[in-house]
T-cell receptor
């Protein structure tokens, strides 16, 4: 089983749409959770940390379900500039960041 | 906004040669990392460095690889006797402290082994 698993997509959505990405992780001892975005051939950039209580940053909402080992990201009112690959990332205390393979999003005009 | 700086942005080297990839982490950060991403694949952990020593390394980080922080600012990754399969994007990252904080990544060095 992959350590961090994501639907690779691609997701092609019109501007203004709401889109949701899901992620599961296998290591129950994982402690920190993040969503990063990566533009083509660029470095990963931190989008937001994910907390058990759920958290929101503008149009972005992240949720964590530790019991199910499941993480989600919701993007509302999507913009053309949201087009990127979204990486689910997990940090186990004894190990370093483990990346999912990413979900590709294209927002269409 | 503070940045992690990597040089060069692109390095082409012949198989069997040694390369040194350079990184300047954010000045007050304490933990330093190298990750790599082979084209079309996911980002993979190579090594972490704290308090002037390696704190963890992956199975990828074998004797071919070494890291150094020679002068308190630069953080280097040396790859000896490069192979074709070492071609990848190499990202340096740093963080201040605490696993709950995200890492800051440099813009990467694209290594092409020919």
């Amino acid at each position: 089983r992959k350590e961090v698993e994501q639907d690779p997509g691609p997701f092609n959505v019109p501007e203004g749409a709401t889109v949701a990405f899901n992620c599961t992780y296998s290591n129950s001892a994982s402690q920190s959770f993040f969503w990063y975005r990566q533009d083509c051939r660029k470095e990963p950039k931190l989008l937001m940390s994910v907390y058990s209580s759920g958290n929101e940053d503008g149009r972005f909402t992240a949720q964590l379900n530790r019991a199910s080992q499941y993480i989600s990201l919701l993007i509302r009112d999507s913009k053309l500039s949201d087009s990127a690959t979204y990486l689910c990332v997990v940090n186990h205390p004894a190990r370093q960041l483990t990346f999912g393979s990413g979900t590709q999003l294209t927002v269409l005009p | 906004e503070p940045e992690v700086t990597q040089t060069p942005s692109h390095q082409v080297t012949q198989m069997g040669q040694e390369v040194i990839l350079r990184c300047v982490p954010i000045s007050n950060h304490l933990y330093f990392y190298w990750y790599r991403q082979i084209l079309g694949q996911k980002v993979e952990f190579l090594v972490s460095f704290y308090n002037n020593e390696i704190s963890e390394k992956s199975e990828i980080f074998d004797d071919q690889f070494s890291v150094e922080r020679p002068d308190g600012s630069n953080f280097t990754l040396k790859i000896r006797s490069t192979k074709l399969e070492d071609s990848a994007m190499y990202f340096c990252a740093s963080r201040l402290t605490g696993g709950e904080y995200g890492y800051t990544f440099g813009s990467g060095t694209r290594l092409t082994v020919v």
